[in-house]
């Protein structure tokens, strides 16, 4: 990465709901940011483009939802597909990154914090976060 400060905003897509994320180079760090609803499957692409217009990333990050084997899931190519209209949409940079147990935890930190079980929506956007915070720590 670059010595110049990026800003990155990142995605954790799903087909009811999307998580996200902002992330700092210079920190190193990120933290999660709201959790979108998906009308019938489209994502909020008003909401999306407000927060594109508010943080003004550098890059977008989008995980790549994959089975532990390596295999794609069943999400994967609507994944892809997203962060494709992501970089026609904005013209931004899409990295796309590998999000396999990024639910799980999300899912074990929100209970270490919170002391119970999250409801999904709850985890959608602390996934983005290690999303987020795992592409960072890997393009240091």
Known sequence: M???????L????GEKRIGVAVGQSVTGSARALVTLNSKTGQPD?????SLIQEWQPAALVVGLPMHMD???HEITEAAQRFGNR???RYNLPVVMVDERLTSHEA???FREEHGR??????????AAQIIVQDWL???E
């Open 117 to 126: 079980r999250p409801r999904p929506e709850e985890i959608d956007s602390l």
């Open 45 to 49: 692409w008003q909401a999306i483009a």
């Open 86 to 88: 992501l970089r026609g």
């Open 70 to 72: 390596g295999q794609h």
């Open 10 to 13: 990142g995605f954790d897509y």
């Open 2 to 8: 670059s010595d110049k400060p990026r800003t990155v």
């Open 107 to 109: 899912e074990q930190q």
């Open 137 to 139: 720590s890997q393009n």
